[in-house]
C-alpha cells in the first residue's frame, strides 16, 4: 500500500480510534481496579491493626515493661493480616521502649517523620471530634517493594503503636492486570486493523473496478460498463457512470460517423473535380499559349483563368492528401536517400537555386519517403521564399548516431559553420543506426508574429484577416508537419534573436520501425497513394508552399 494511498488512511484511522479507544478503557479499568484492591486491602489491615491494637493494650498498665510490650507486638503481629508491629512506650523507670517483630524492616527510624508528628499530634476534643488522637497511614517503598504504614496512639496514655504491611501481592496482581489489559488492547488494535483492511476493501473494491473502468474508458473502450450490485451510494454512482459511458459512445460513435462522412464528402468531391479540372487545365493551357495572339483585353483574362486554374487544381490535390492522414491510409515508400542531393533535386525542380544557400555535407543517406521528404521541403523553403526575406539558407546535419558527433550545418543564427569535409572523405550511411536527421530552414525576413507562431501549423489558418485571400491555400505546412508526423519526426517554428524566421525539420535517420507499423502512427491502414519519386521533383511537390504568416 502507497503511504498516500485511501486503504492506507483508513487503516491508520481505524487502529488510531480502536488504540485510544482501548487506551483509554483499559487506563480507566486499570486505575478503577487499581484503587479498588489497594483500598479493600488497605480498609482491611486498618481495621484488623486498629482492634488488634485496643484488645492488646487493654490489659496493659499505663507504663508497661519492655517484655510486655514485645509480648503484646507479637500478640497484635499474629492476626491474620500479616503485618509488622512497632511498639513505643515508657516502662516503670521511665526510659523509653521500642518493641518490633521485625528489628530488620520497621524500627522507630523507619517510620516517615511526617506520619510520627500526625499521630502524636494531639487534637482538640469537640463535637466534631470525638478523640484527640487518630490512625494515620501513607504508601511508601522501601528496597523496591511497596508497603502501608499506619500509626496511631493509644487512648488514655497507652503506647503508641506502628504497622508496615507489605503490599507486594496486590502489586503482582496489578501487573497481572495490567499485562492482561495492555494484550487486550494489542488484540483490540490488531483487530481494528482487519476490520479496517476488510471494510476498506469492501468500500474501495468498487471504487478500484470504477478507476479501472475509467481507464478503459480512456483509452478508446467506449463499451466498458460497471456491474452493479446494491442500492447504496457507490451502487449510485456505478449507475451513474453506465449511464455517462453509454451516453459517451453513442456520442462518440455519432461524431466518428459525421467524421466519416465528411472525409468520404472531400474524398469523392476532389475525386469528381479531377475531371473537369483536368479539361479545364488543358483549356487554360492552350489560352495560355495563345496569350500573345489574343485581344490585349481579354489578355488579363485568360491569365486569370490560368492562374486560378492551377491554384483549384492545387487545392484539390492538398484536400486529397489531408484526406488521407485524416483517414490514417497514409503510407511511408522507404529508399535510401541522400540528403545533400534530395535538398538540391527539390531547389532545382522549382528554380530556387539563385534564391537558396545550401549547407550540406554529401555522403548523409537516411532512410525516408522521398516524396514526403520532397513536399516537406518544397513547403518550407517555398514558405521562406514567399513570407520571408532572402536570402533562405537550408543547413542539414545529424545528430545522436552512435560513435558520430553532429555533421552538417552549423544551427542556424550561430554565425556560421564548421568547414565542410570534403564529398568522399567518409560516407554517413552508418548514421543510419541511430540519431536525427535536422533540417533547418532560415530566412531573413520580419519573422513570425508572436500569436501566430502557434498557429503556423493549423490548417487553413491565415494571419491576417484583412487579407484572407492569397496564392496559398492554408495547407501546406500542415501537410509538411503530417508527413514528419508520419516518419516519426517533428517540424518547429521559431524566431531567431537577429531576426527572421526558422523552421527546424527533425526526422530519424531510419523510418523502418514506423514503416513496418503502417507508416502513419494514427493507423497503420493501407490506403491509395500518389507516386514515388526519387530526384524529388514530383508534381505534387510542385506546389511550394501553401501557408501564409
Not at 482492634?51 to 510490650?69: F, G, I, M, V
Not at 503506647?159 to 495490567?178: C, F, H, I, V, W
Not at 492551377?310 to 492538398?318: A, C, G, I, M
Not at 521562406?384 to 543547413?395: C, N
Request: some cysteine; glycine content about 10%; proline content about 4%.
Amino acid at each position: 500500500m502507497r503511504w498516500t494511498s485511501l486503504r492506507l488512511r483508513l487503516v491508520v484511522v481505524f487502529a488510531l480510534v480502536a488504540l485510544t479507544a482501548a487506551v483509554s478503557a483499559s487506563g480507566i479499568a486499570y486505575w478503577l481496579n487499581r484503587n479498588t484492591v489497594l483500598d479493600r486491602t488497605q480498609n482491611a489491615v486498618l481495621k484488623d491493626f486498629r482492634k488488634a491494637l485496643e484488645d492488646s493494650t487493654r490489659s496493659l498498665p499505663q507504663r508497661p515493661r519492655c517484655a510486655e510490650l514485645q509480648d503484646a507486638a507479637r500478640q497484635i503481629a499474629g492476626g491474620p493480616q500479616n503485618y509488622t508491629v512497632l511498639l513505643i512506650g515508657v516502662d516503670r523507670d521511665g526510659k523509653d521502649c521500642a518493641a518490633t517483630t521485625n528489628k530488620d524492616l520497621l524500627t522507630l527510624d523507619a517510620v516517615p517523620k511526617s506520619l510520627r508528628s500526625a499521630v502524636n499530634e494531639v487534637r482538640k476534643v469537640d463535637e466534631s471530634n470525638r478523640y484527640p488522637h487518630h490512625l494515620y497511614w501513607q504508601r511508601r517503598e522501601a528496597g523496591d517493594v511497596p508497603y502501608l504504614v499506619a500509626g496511631a496512639k493509644v487512648i488514655g496514655g497507652g503506647p503508641t503503636g506502628y504497622m508496615m504491611k507489605s503490599l507486594a501481592a496486590e502489586r503482582q496482581d496489578l501487573n497481572s492486570l495490567a499485562w492482561s489489559l495492555g494484550i487486550a488492547t494489542a488484540l483490540a488494535l490488531v483487530g481494528s486493523a482487519l476490520l479496517a483492511q476488510a471494510a476498506a476493501t469492501t468500500v474501495l473494491r468498487p471504487v478500484q473496478r470504477l478507476g479501472h473502468a475509467a481507464r478503459q474508458l480512456g483509452e478508446g473502450r467506449l463499451d466498458t460498463r460497471l456491474r452493479v450490485t446494491g442500492t447504496d451510494e457507490l451502487a449510485d454512482l456505478s449507475r451513474t457512470f453506465n449511464r455517462t459511458a453509454e451516453r459517451l459512445e453513442q456520442r462518440v460513435e455519432e461524431l466518428s460517423a459525421r467524421e466519416a462522412a465528411s472525409r468520404r464528402f472531400v474524398a469523392d468531391m476532389s475525386h469528381e473535380l479531377r475531371t473537369p479540372l483536368t479539361a479545364i487545365t488543358a483549356v487554360s493551357e492552350v489560352l495560355e499559349e495563345e496569350a500573345e495572339s489574343l485581344d490585349p483585353m481579354i489578355a488579363p483574362a485568360v491569365q486569370l483563368v490560368v492562374s486560378e486554374t492551377r491554384r483549384l487544381n492545387d487545392l484539390v490535390e492538398n484536400l486529397m492528401e489531408v484526406t488521407r492522414f485524416d483517414a490514417g491510409t497514409a503510407r511511408l515508400v522507404l529508399d535510401d536517400v541522400d540528403v545533400a542531393d534530395q535538398v538540391t533535386a527539390c531547389i532545382d525542380a522549382r528554380a530556387w537555386l539563385d534564391a537558396v544557400d545550401l549547407d550540406a555535407d554529401r555522403g548523409i543517406v537516411a532512410r525516408l519517403d522521398p516524396r514526403r521528404l520532397d513536399v516537406i521541403l518544397a513547403n518550407l523553403i517555398g514558405n521562406a521564399l514567399k513570407h520571408g526575406g532572402s536570402p533562405v539558407r537550408v543547413s542539414v546535419r545529424t545528430e545522436g548516431a552512435p560513435g558520430e558527433g553532429e555533421a552538417g550545418g552549423a544551427a542556424e543564427g550561430s554565425g556560421g559553420g564548421p568547414e565542410r569535409a570534403d564529398a568522399g572523405e567518409s560516407p554517413r550511411g552508418a548514421d543510419r543506426a541511430g540519431g536525427d536527421l535536422v533540417i533547418q530552414v532560415r530566412d531573413h525576413g520580419p519573422g513570425i508574429p508572436e500569436e501566430v507562431l502557434p498557429h503556423v501549423f493549423d490548417r487553413f489558418y491565415k494571419a491576417s484577416a484583412s487579407r484572407p485571400r492569397s496564392e496559398g491555400s492554408g495547407l501546406g505546412l500542415s501537410i509538411a508537419l503530417e508527413n514528419a508526423h508520419i516518419h516519426g519526426g517533428e517540424i518547429t517554428a521559431a524566431n531567431l534573436p537577429e531576426g527572421g524566421a526558422v523552421f527546424t525539420l527533425r526526422l530519424p535517420m531510419d523510418a523502418s520501425r514506423l514503416a513496418d507499423d503502417g507508416g502513419n502512427r494514427r493507423d497503420g491502414g493501407a490506403g491509395p497513394e500518389r507516386g514515388r519519386t526519387t530526384g524529388g521533383a514530383s508534381r505534387a511537390a510542385d506546389k511550394g508552399t501553401e501557408d501564409d504568416r
